[in-house]
């Protein structure tokens, strides 16, 4: 199970948050409009990075642009 040793993996690049607007989910409790995340592993949806809560998690990337 890959996804157990992402925290303990190299950064692969550092993502902004944009925005916290979030039609489905409630991403303000674990995301802030403005601060850089570390992301871990990324897919074509995806980018996992550590959140707010010290874990990882995965989140659109509308809302993210490079950091």
Do not use: Q
Request: aromatic fraction near 14%; proline fraction near 1%.
């Amino acid at each position: 199970m890959i996804h157990n040793s992402w925290e303990d993996s190299p950064t692969i690049k550092k993502v902004k948050c944009v925005h916290t607007d979030a039609k489905k989910y409630m991403v303000d409790r674990v995301l802030t409009a403005g601060k850089i995340y570390d992301v871990k592993n990324e897919t074509e949806e995806f980018i996992f990075v550590i959140d707010n809560t010290g874990k990882i998690g995965g989140f659109y990337k509308e809302y993210f642009e490079e950091a």
